[in-house]
């Protein structure tokens, strides 16, 4: 009987425990569950305190300082590398520049094909910064680019040569930054190999190039110019380049453009020049050349050699011409003033807009043959054109070939106004001689004057063979 009651107990005692055990673990996941909720309201509740600037703004602070102090030191570092591995003091650049783009305003139907003539890049005036190169100059240490990339000069420095050997498709653009180089007898900048080579000045900059003796030659390369490239060259930016030279100013053996910035140019020979072509779209130029002002030629090929502007500032004084060209001068824009011995001269001259204003004491506009692809001609279809004649055996506007006026208002100040030896041609316009307007060009030829009217053809020696290539 006793060990049936003693049973009967345990029995009780471990029901209640086992009530008891499942009681607790039911209180215990309740517990536990009400910890997830708590846990995940307060998640909840600091992501939206995190979308208030003032609570976030310290955490994000500090967690963006780690990396950025991370990033400084490796740079810093490479920056010492660099510094120790290079003669010329050597940095990244981690800015990011806006950037600035001009607009050609170039018109068609010209004699010079301009739909594709200025690329984007061309026109833009600032160079992407971010993970440039930055040089800054010493004495007598030169530096040499192998790579297309950006690099940025700056400093003063005395002989010192900024070489480009780059790849055949490389694009490089130097953008000088405050820079001052003075050389005795060699280029600042020479360009040897590149697909294209910008040289940007930085907005605000003052930029200074100068080659005070006789340039040497580089092998059998005359390299006679403070910027000598022999590709193609772009000239940009927003800020100021000043040049001088004992000999040409810039020289670039293929094409060389100009679409912004302050270009100041001092120099014995040419200012600018080219073998293929120059063409301008925008920028202040001021030229004080010993010979010419711009000019394009290749001696091994007359078919090549054009000039073409479409905007811009000038002010030449040249001692020969202000504006030369092998081929085709063409003009569709600028304002344009030229001093010089001829103020503008080319196979083919044609003035389709812009401001010009010449003074000379040759022939203000000439049209010569230099080159046989094209006939020898002087078309005027817009603009303002003032032609102002020193005394003695002077020509305001002298074709060797054929002159027509279309268009635009030309104003000649001239003993002998105009001469031509093929044929002329007004059909619209405005022509205004000596102060009196007047619809007749009348001809200078060997001391004999003639004359037409409007829409009319004066006979002047006999017209060139072929016709009249526009190409």
């Known amino acids: 009987m006793l060990k049936k009651l003693s049973a009967l107990i345990f029995a009780i005692m471990l029901a209640a425990s086992f009530a008891a055990c499942q009681k607790s673990a039911e209180v215990s996941e309740t517990a536990e569950t009400v910890a997830v909720t708590e846990s995940v309201t ?30 400084a030191e490796e740079s810093s570092q490479s920056n010492s590398e660099n510094q120790t591995e290079s003669s010329a003091n050597v940095a990244k ?24 003539l200025f690329t ?9 910064t971010y993970g440039a190169t930055i040089y800054t100059v010493s004495d007598n240490q030169n530096i040499t680019i192998t790579a297309e990339g950006v690099y940025i000069l700056q400093g003063s420095a005395n002989n010192v040569t900024v070489t480009i050997e780059a790849g055949d498709e490389d694009k490089v653009q130097l953008l000088l930054d405050g820079v001052t180089l003075t050389n005795a007898n ?13 040289v940007t ?30 590709d193609d060259l772009v000239l940009n930016g927003l800020g100021t380049l000043n040049i001088r030279s ?71 004084t040249a001692g020969s011409d202000g504006i030369q060209a092998t081929t085709v001068c063409q003009i569709d824009g600028g304002n344009i003033r030229i001093s010089a011995s001829e103020g503008i001269e080319g196979t083919f001259v044609q003035i389709n807009g812009g401001d010009i204003t010449i003074s000379a004491s040759d022939d203000g506009i000439n049209a010569s043959r ?27 506007i002298d074709s060797n070939g054929d002159l027509c006026i279309n268009g635009g208002t030309v104003t000649v100040n001239a003993q002998s106004p105009f001469d031509y030896d093929g044929t002329a041609q007004k059909t619209g316009g405005t022509i205004i001689v000596n102060g009196s307007q007047t619809d007749a060009i009348t001809n200078q030829m060997m001391g004999g004057v003639g004359g037409i ?19």
């Open 42 to 71: 307060a998640a909840t509740a600091d992501e939206a305190v995190t979308t208030e600037p003032a609570t976030v703004a310290p955490t994000t602070e500090a967690a963006a300082t780690q990396p950025a102090t991370a990033a």
């Open 93 to 116: 650049s981690t800015t990011k520049t806006e950037q600035v783009t001009s607009t050609a305003n170039t018109t068609s139907g010209g004699m010079i094909n301009t739909s594709e």
């Open 120 to 128: 984007n890049r061309d026109l833009t005036q600032t160079a992407d």
């Open 186 to 198: 060699a280029p600042c900048i020479y360009v040897k190999n590149a697909d294209k080579v910008f």
């Open 201 to 230: 000045t930085a907005s605000g900059t003052t930029n200074t190039l100068s080659v005070t003796g006789s340039f040497s030659s580089d092998g059998s390369t005359n390299t006679d110019a403070v910027i000598f490239s022999k």
């Open 246 to 316: 004992t000999d040409n100013g810039v020289t670039s053996k293929d094409d060389l453009k100009i679409t912004g910035g302050t270009l100041n140019i001092t120099c014995n020979s040419d200012a600018l020049e080219a073998n293929e072509s120059i063409a301008i779209s925008d920028g202040s130029i001021t030229i004080n050349a010993g010979k010419d002002g711009l000019h394009a030629e290749y001696d091994e090929d007359n078919s090549t050699g054009y000039i073409y502007i479409c905007g811009g500032a000038f002010n030449i």
């Open 370 to 396: 230099k080159s046989t692809a094209y006939n020898v001609r002087i078309e005027i279809n817009g603009g303002s054109v003032t032609v102002n004649m020193g005394q003695g055996d002077t020509d305001g």
């Open 453 to 471: 009217q409007p829409g009319g053809q004066a006979q002047g020696n006999a017209p060139m063979q072929g016709g009249f290539n526009r190409r």
